[in-house]
C-alpha cells in the first residue's frame, strides 16, 4: 500500500509567494510543485531570490518536490541553444531549492504535419537535457501535453524507451483527455515509467477543466492503481480552474452562463481542487 504525499502548483492561488506558502498550510500540504513567483517562473529569478525564496519556504515547513518549468514548451523548429541555456538554470535553481526534480515537455510540432517526421530533432534534443541532467541529482520528468511529442501514448512511450533511467513519467490525466486519449490507458501502458501524478481533470464533452472526479480523467481509479505501489506516492494538484474575480460585483441575481465550476477567486479555485482529491483518496 502507498503513503500517498500532496504537492501542488500553489502559484493557482496567489502569485504572492506568502500567499502561495499560506494556501498550502491551509490545505494541509507539505511539498510545492514551484513555478511562478510574482511576476516570472521560478528559474527566472537571481540566485539572491532564489536564496529568500528557500528560507520562506522553509520557515513555512514547505519543501520543493519539482521545478514546474517550461522547457520543451517551444516549437521544434525554435531555436533550441537559448532553450538549453534556461535549462541549465533550472538546474541550478533545483539544486539550490534541495529539488530533485524538474517538470518538462518534448517540443511543440507544428501544425498539421507528422509528429513522426521531427522524432530525430526531438530525441537529440531531449538527449542533450538528459546528458547534461546526469549526475545533478536532478530527475527529469516528461509530462504529457497537447501538441508537443509527448502527447499520446505511444509517442510517450517512445520517450521513457529511448531514454530509459534518464527521463521520468508525470501523468496528468487532464491533458491526455483534451488529446483525446483515455488516461486510464496511458497509465496501464506507462505505469513504470511513471514518477508522479498531476491532479487535473477534464471532461471529453467540451475538454473543460473540472476538479478531480467530475471529469473523465480515470483519477480515482488511477490514484486506486497507484495505491498498490510500495512506499511513497506523490500526488501534485494543478487546479486550472475558472476564476472570475468579478462575480460578487454582478449582484446575487446575476447570471454569467455555466457558474458550476467558477469560483471567486484564485485561493477559493485552489481549495477547491485540494478538497476535490482528499474526497477521492477518502474512497480510495
Not at 515537455?105 to 513522426?116: A, C, H, K
Amino acid at each position: 500500500m502507498a503513503r500517498f504525499i500532496l504537492s501542488a502548483f500553489a502559484d493557482e492561488a496567489n502569485p504572492n509567494l506568502d500567499e502561495q506558502i499560506n494556501a498550502l498550510q491551509r490545505n494541509e500540504i507539505e511539498y510545492i510543485e514551484i513555478r511562478g513567483v510574482v511576476d516570472r517562473n521560478i528559474i527566472k529569478h537571481d540566485d539572491n531570490r532564489i536564496k529568500e525564496i528557500k528560507a520562506k519556504l522553509e520557515a513555512g515547513g514547505i519543501k520543493v518536490w519539482s521545478i514546474g518549468s517550461t522547457i520543451g514548451k517551444i516549437g521544434i523548429k525554435d531555436d533550441f541553444e537559448p532553450h538549453f541555456e534556461d535549462f541549465k538554470r533550472a538546474v541550478e535553481v533545483a539544486q539550490m531549492l534541495d529539488c530533485n526534480n524538474i517538470r518538462l515537455f518534448s517540443f511543440f510540432m507544428p501544425g498539421g504535419e507528422n509528429p513522426d517526421d521531427y522524432r530525430d530533432e526531438v530525441m537529440r534534443r531531449m538527449g542533450a537535457l538528459v546528458e547534461y541532467a546526469e549526475g545533478t541529482g536532478v530527475d527529469l520528468c516528461h509530462e504529457n501535453e497537447k501538441f508537443i511529442y509527448g502527447e499520446t501514448i505511444e509517442r510517450n512511450l517512445d520517450l521513457f524507451e529511448t531514454f530509459g533511467s534518464g527521463l521520468k513519467g508525470i501523468l496528468d490525466p487532464s491533458n491526455y483527455v483534451q488529446s483525446g486519449v483515455k488516461p486510464i490507458e496511458a497509465f496501464k501502458a506507462l505505469d513504470k515509467y511513471i514518477k508522479y501524478l498531476h491532479i487535473k481533470d477534464a471532461r471529453f464533452s467540451d475538454l473543460k477543466v473540472v476538479p478531480s472526479g467530475y471529469g473523465d480523467g480515470n483519477i480515482k481509479e488511477i490514484i486506486t492503481e497507484l495505491n498498490k505501489r510500495d512506499g511513497d506516492v506523490v500526488l501534485s494538484i494543478e487546479p486550472h480552474l475558472k476564476v472570475f474575480a468579478g462575480y460578487d460585483a454582478l449582484g446575487d441575481d446575476t447570471s454569467i452562463g455555466d457558474t458550476e465550476f467558477v469560483y471567486k477567486s484564485g485561493d477559493e479555485a485552489f481549495d477547491a481542487a485540494c478538497d476535490a482529491l482528499k474526497n477521492i483518496l477518502k474512497e480510495v
